[in-house]
């Protein structure tokens, strides 16, 4: 633990190139060690072979998307864990996710195109529905022009009760070859990444990102109390207002393009405070490395467990993330 400690850095990279050549080295078709060598050396001469080809591809997009969603995930959790001072907050609470959710599968069940090729549709009707839900929730937690936590989650409450019942309800009325792509929707999956596909969310990803990285002082001020915060400059009001949107867009962003994720945003955070404290200058980046090396180790275990098959990725989060979250809980009352 003091290594851990004393040597953060090396630890996030040592981890980060062991998962990376993990991911890259291990697909249905077979492990192979050397795989990123070989694709280096066939890059060098002009002419990939079909290993090396998969790997740059269908592995490589893969691999980028699941750091940016466990980024993005991981650094709402510990934003929202910052503005509720709960550790146990998580932007499921919200609904973001919940909301992305009934949006896509509505565009499913009832075939709603907007014209749009498939790459792009259910993305963005996921995206809007995010967002209206976010907006939604927000608008719920202000009483007399003050932020309201416990109004704003119960308002997540309800929207998550509202949209599961909805939900529930497409699954009644969607067809076989629709139930299948909900049932992947609902649990999580980055099977569909592609470049063209990141080249669309990573810069969305990178610079919301970016705009949470000025407000990491003001919520370590933040948690010293609402009055302190202000006396030593900390505009409450506005950084309340800014992260909660930045949140749920980055929610929005992050669902929109694989789907439902639980537990990176609840853990992920809550883990890095225990390493490194509650400070945010060094809580928020690792949180963001945290969830992007936790969404890679998940996706890698959903590649290979039942391989050929493949499992959800949000299977292997909530395998993961539900015995933490009680040992959480559990330490959290004690």
Known sequence: MHWIKSHPRGLWLLAALALCWLSLSTGPAGSDPWLLWQYLADKHQGSLSPAALALEQIRLPRLLLAMLVG????????????????????????????????????????GIHWGLPPLWRLPLAAFVGALVTGFIVIRFGYRQNRLSITHLILAGVGINALAGALMGLLSHIADESSLKLMTYWTLGSVAGAS???????????????????????????????????????????KMQQRLLVLVSV???????????????????????????????????????WGGALLMVLSDWLARTLVSPQELPVGIITALMGTPVFLYLLRRHHA
């Open 250 to 288: 980055l929610v929005a962003i992050a669902t929109a393009f694989t789907g439902v994720i639980g537990f990176v945003g609840l853990v992920v955070p809550h883990l890095c405070r225990m390493l490194f404290g509650g400070d945010y200058r060094q809580l928020l980046p690792a949180s963001l």
């Open 71 to 110: 980024a993005a995930l991981a650094g709402s959790g510990a934003v929202l864990q910052g503005l509720c001072r709960n550790p146990l907050a998580d932007p499921g609470l919200m609904g973001l996710s919940s909301g992305a959710a009934l949006a896509a599968l509505g565009s499913i069940v009832f």
């Open 195 to 237: 470049w063209p596909q990141l080249a669309l969310a990573a810069p969305l990803l990178v610079l919301t990102l970016a705009r949470l990285w000025p407000w990491r002082l003001g919520l370590t001020l933040w948690l010293l109390g609402e009055r302190d915060a202000q006396t030593l400059g900390v505009d409450v009001k």
